[in-house]
């Protein structure tokens, strides 16, 4: 009688956590929302490069064929070394795609800021130029030191 008891007990409790989860808001942002770019990541190669983490997700409501970024790199000082372009490749409506980038002869305590300085190509699946939506939408955050922003 114990035994079911307890297990009567333990079920009434895990009852009010499983309706509290379902309740609970939803965190994947609504479609149609733009394009999220994160640094998620800065680590050093052997060779003394920087490798970033990027993680992306496509909030629009439709797949972009391909997707990329130039990008302004800043050393510590706020002077500009690089703009190269960040090419994310293809990316499906409401998918989080995460890509690694290295960059060459330049190493992550080198770098202060990053900043999007423009789109290098937005392609939608039919075949549209959809350059605005990849830009006036985009939204950026970043999980390491060095800033990332528009």
């Given amino acids: 009688m114990a035994r079911i008891s307890a297990a009567l007990l333990a ?3 895990l009852v009010p956590l499983a309706v509290a989860a379902q309740e609970a808001p939803e965190t994947q942002p609504a479609p ?8 998620n990541g800065a680590v050093p190669t052997e ?3 920087c490798r970033l983490t990027m993680v992306t997700t496509n909030r629009l409501d439709e797949g972009l064929a391909r997707a990329a970024w ?4 800043f050393d510590p000082e706020g002077v500009v070394q690089a703009l190269p372009i960040l090419d994310f490749g293809a990316l499906a409506a409401g998918k989080t795609k995460v890509v690694l980038f290295e960059l060459p002869q330049r190493p992550c305590d080198g770098i202060g800021r990053i900043i999007v300085n423009d789109v290098a190509a937005c392609q939608a699946d039919g075949g549209d130029d959809l350059g605005a939506a990849c830009l ?4 950026t955050q970043s999980r390491v030191q060095i800033d990332f922003g528009l």
Wanted: glycine fraction near 18%; include cysteine.
């Fill in 47 to 49: 060779a003394g490069d």
């Fill in 136 to 139: 006036t939408g985009l939204e």
């Fill in 11 to 13: 079920a009434a409790c």
């Fill in 32 to 39: 149609g929302a733009g394009i999220l770019l994160e640094l």
């Fill in 70 to 73: 130039q990008v302004a790199i």
